[in-house]
C-alpha cells in the first residue's frame, strides 16, 4: 500500500494553482525531491499533503484512507513534519526538544520513558548533536537548530516525512551527512519527500522527483526521467546543460 497517494489533487493559494490533477503515489523505499523555483509553491503544496492547509480538490490518501479522517494524534505517528520557519517564546534544552518528537506516541500526562530516552539520543547522535543535550535551543547556530529540528522529527519515527528545506542552514559536510541518513531510512522502509534548491543534491540522493513548473503544470516520476536539460531548464527559467563524470550526472546553469 502506498504511504500516501494524491488523487486529482488541485492545490491553489493567493488565486495561484501550485498544481491541478496531480495524481501521484508515495511508496516505501522512494526519496523524492520537490523542486521548482521560487514562488512556484512547493511549502505550499507540503503543508498540503500534511494536511495543514485546505485543498480546492481531490483527495489525499494517507495509508490508504483520507487523510481528512485521520485523528491529530494518530497522523502524527503515522507523518512527520519539517517546518521551513520555527519559532519558541520558550526555548528548551536540546534533549527535551528532541523528546517532543515522541508527544504523539504518549498518552495525556505520561512522561517519556528510557526507551523514549534512548530513540532521542540516536537521532541528536545520527545529528552530530549529542554533546549539545543540556544546552537551551535558542543559544545554537542557525545549523545547529536545523539539525535539532530534524532530530526530533526522527525521534517522532514517522513512515513519512515531510520536510521543508531540510539541509537549509546547513554547511557541506552536514547537507551530506543529513542527505544520506535521509536517502537511508527510505531505503530502510520509510519515504521522504523533501524540498530542495540544489538541482544537484536531488539528483544524487533523491530517486523521485515532482517538479513544479507553476500556473498548476507539473512533471512527476523517476528522478533519472525527470531531470534533464530541457525540464530544468523549463522549470527555472534559465538555461541548464546536464554534464557526466564517472558514470554521475549533474546539471550546469549557464
Given at each position: 500500500?502506498?504511504?500516501?497517494q ?15 490533477q ?62 521551513q ?56 547556530s ?9 532530530a ?103
Open positions: 500500500m502506498p504511504l500516501l494524491c488523487q486529482q489533487l488541485n492545490v491553489r493559494i493567493a488565486g495561484q494553482s501550485v498544481c491541478e496531480l495524481d501521484l503515489s508515495i511508496e516505501p523505499g522512494q526519496c523524492w525531491a520537490l523542486l521548482g523555483r521560487n514562488g512556484v509553491g512547493k511549502t505550499t503544496l507540503l503543508h498540503s499533503l500534511a494536511g495543514l492547509r485546505p485543498i480546492h480538490a481531490g483527495n489525499i490518501l494517507l495509508q490508504g484512507r483520507s487523510l481528512a479522517t485521520w485523528p491529530k494524534r494518530e497522523r502524527a505517528r503515522a507523518l512527520g513534519v519539517l517546518f520557519e520555527r519559532s519558541s517564546a520558550f526555548p528548551s534544552r536540546v534533549l527535551e526538544t528532541a523528546l517532543i518528537g515522541r508527544h504523539p506516541h504518549l498518552g495525556p500526562w505520561q512522561a517519556e520513558s528510557s526507551a523514549d530516552l534512548a530513540i532521542a539520543r540516536r537521532a541528536l547522535s545520527a545529528m552530530e548533536l549529542s554533546d549539545l543535550e543540556t544546552r537551551l535551543s535558542d543559544t545554537l542557525g545549523g545547529e537548530q536545523q539539525r535539532l529540528a530534524l526530533a522529527v526522527l525521534t517522532q519515527d514517522p513512515a513519512l516525512l515531510l520536510l521543508d528545506e531540510p539541509v537549509n542552514h546547513l554547511d557541506l559536510h552536514h547537507q551530506i551527512q543529513v542527505l544520506t541518513l535521509l536517502q537511508a531510512s527510505a531505503g530502510a522502509g520509510k519515504a521522504v519527500v523533501m524540498s530542495l534548491h540544489d538541482v544537484n543534491l536531488a539528483t544524487r540522493f533523491c530517486s523521485h522527483v515532482l517538479l513544479l513548473h507553476g500556473g498548476g503544470d507539473y512533471e512527476c516520476g523517476d528522478a533519472s526521467t525527470i531531470l534533464n536539460s530541457a525540464t530544468l531548464t523549463r522549470a527555472y527559467g534559465h538555461p541548464i546543460r546536464q554534464i557526466s563524470h564517472d558514470g554521475q550526472r549533474s546539471f550546469l546553469p549557464l
